[in-house]
């Protein structure tokens, strides 16, 4: 069999994949299960092509080699071949969905494709999940924009300059929901726009402010690769609802954004300072390296391990997207220190009479929400000064309820768009 023919019959085989994926998540109603506010390229086929290799997995030997059919009996070098040139011809969404597919066939399929496909820093290419996780590249930004529906009070981050004429066409990276509550609210963070539980497979994560808006806290659903949690752990009163043993215990603190209180209530742009817990400062030096998640977001290799100790016990796994039963409130650090950033300050245009900074044309409209994100580092570490000043988030506004989020090393997209989301937040001690 040619290449030709194997990429025509593994194309063939992803729209059948995606059309049993989208009859799967639609709803009673007959409306699709993400929503018209989602995408069509967004997250829910892939994980339910992912839930049902695990199911197979969980098979015996035979019924699994049914499910996997031939494609599983491709020559390795054949199939190496195969999956390059489909990762490197794919390159941008909608047309990246095919590496996808690749990983769905079956088990082998899906390692190799693990094997061929970068982190994000090293390719620049959004793929799988877990790139959300993953620093960006160093040099060139990932651009994005959010689109902020004020009916439902949900956010969605989508990859790309600006939204499209065919709102179809955009790939939907992550969803965020505002929660009000008696004294506070709180934003929960899905792969998804319409599950914002937090038991849910897609939940990624959430933030949560303090009363005055002028601290919020960034927890992830993931434990951050090389980090420990401190031990002022608060437990929940949701620790009894533990859904599944793979599920993990808690959100981890893996960031904290502080806003300067404004006493005299003056109208300048909004300071800011993030602390990165899960970053270490030297990851911006030359040759450092930010911790980056590996795998799936939702771990279907991995199995679940339990010592004599832990038998009768709830067991937590590293890499699941589920969550949670209680909040670890204690930062996830590392021996080293915290990444810290801040405004990239401003400057006042006399002719304009305001405030301004240098979006290269990204932004086009004047907002209290605009900022950029700088590098705060000590001066022991001797970091350039070039390396100082370039920026790390910037976020603004390009038309109503339309903004746009560009990001790069070391900050991950789930870590970026929590940071963009403290700004929708109400603030009376900032304003």
Not at 11 to 35: F, L
Not at 207 to 212: A, E, H, Q, T
Not at 254 to 276: D, F, I, K, S, W
Not at 295 to 302: A, F, H, R, V, W
Request: charged fraction near 20%; hydrophobic fraction near 35%; glycine fraction near 6%.
């Amino acid at each position: 069999m040619s290449l030709k023919n194997i990429v025509r019959e593994l194309k063939e085989m992803r729209d059948g994949i995606g059309s049993m994926s989208r009859r799967g998540g639609s709803g009673s109603d007959g409306r699709a299960g993400h929503g018209r506010s989602g995408s069509r390229h967004s997250w829910p086929s892939l994980w339910a092509e992912q839930q049902q290799q695990q199911r197979q997995g969980q098979e015996g030997p035979q019924h699994q080699h049914q499910h996997q059919g031939r494609w599983a009996n491709l020559p390795p070098e054949l199939l190496l071949d195969v999956i390059q040139r489909v990762e490197s011809s794919e390159a941008t969404w909608p047309a990246r969905r095919q590496v996808v597919a690749c990983a769905a066939v079956c088990r082998s399929w899906r390692e190799v494709t693990k094997e061929v496909v970068k982190t994000l820093e090293e390719c620049g290419r959004i793929t799988f999940p877990i790139s959300l996780k993953q620093p960006g590249p160093r040099e060139l930004p990932v651009q994005c924009f959010v689109r902020r529906e004020r009916a439902t009070s949900t956010y969605l981050l989508y990859l790309g300059l600006s939204p499209s004429m065919n709102v179809e066409n955009d790939k939907l990276l992550l969803a965020a929901r505002k929660v009000r509550r008696a004294t506070r609210t709180s934003f929960v963070i899905s792969l998804v726009s319409d599950d914002f539980s937090h038991s849910s497979s897609t939940y990624v994560g959430k933030l949560k402010p303090n009363f005055l808006g002028t601290k919020f806290t960034i927890f992830d659903s993931q434990h951050p690769p090389d980090a420990v949690v401190l031990p002022n752990n608060k437990p929940s009163k949701r620790q009894s609802k533990q859904v599944s043993p793979r599920l993990p215990l808690g959100n981890y603190n893996v960031a904290t954004v502080t806003y300067e209180l404004t006493v005299l209530r003056n109208r300048g742009p909004r300071r800011m300072q993030c602390t990165m817990h899960s970053i270490p400062a030297e990851c911006i030096q030359e040759g450092g390296k930010a911790p980056t998640p590996t795998g799936t977001i939702q771990s279907l290799d991995e199995p679940v391990s339990t010592s004599p100790s832990t038998k009768g016990k709830k067991v937590a796994v590293e890499f699941s997207s589920t969550s949670l039963s209680a909040d670890l409130s204690g930062p996830a650090c590392s021996n080293e220190t915290p990444l810290v950033l801040k405004n990239k300050a401003p400057r006042w245009h006399e002719q304009l009479q305001c405030w301004c900074l240098n979006f290269r044309g990204r932004v086009t409209v004047a907002s209290v929400k605009n900022f950029q994100l700088v590098a705060s580092v000590d001066p022991s570490l001797n970091i350039p000064a070039a390396e100082q000043e370039k920026v790390i988030l910037q976020f603004g506004k390009i038309g109503k309820d339309i903004f746009t989020m560009d990001y790069r090393y070391p900050l991950s997209a789930f870590q970026a768009f929590a940071i963009c989301l403290t700004s929708f937040d109400t603030k009376p001690a900032c304003e």
